[in-house]
């Protein structure tokens, strides 16, 4: 498989960088570089990973939509298309987004 490589951005600044490594149905299984933008973003994705994990669908699906809200996008390094619309998981450096 030919690396793919998506910028996670929030306007100009980049979050992180995710190599895909697998894909799993829907979701895209990516190594995860954190960049200066990741504490932006990591409280969001910790309440996130915590409310499933305790299995509070409610509290996760609000974690994800202010997840959502913030205007992410992958942008792919090859100059294709930003992706806008995803769902997000990151732990560590392993991250995993459907769209």
């Avoid at 690396?3 to 190599?19: F, S």
């Avoid at 490594?21 to 910790?46: N, Q, Y």
């Avoid at 294709?80 to 619309?85: A, F, W």
Wanted: a negative charge; aromatic letters at 12%; hydrophobic letters at 40%.
């Amino acid at each position: 498989m030919q690396d793919r490589v998506w910028q996670l951005r929030r306007g100009d600044e980049v979050i992180g960088r995710m190599t895909l490594e697998a894909i799993d149905m829907f979701w895209h299984d990516c190594r995860f570089e954190a960049s200066t933008g990741w504490p932006t973003l990591k409280p969001f994705v910790e309440a996130s990973r915590a409310a499933w994990k305790q299995g509070d669908t409610e509290a996760a699906l609000e974690a994800d939509e202010a997840i959502y809200a913030l205007g992410l996008e992958l942008v792919p390094e090859d100059g294709g298309e930003p992706i806008t619309e995803f769902l997000l998981r990151i732990d560590g450096n392993f991250a995993r987004f459907r769209y």
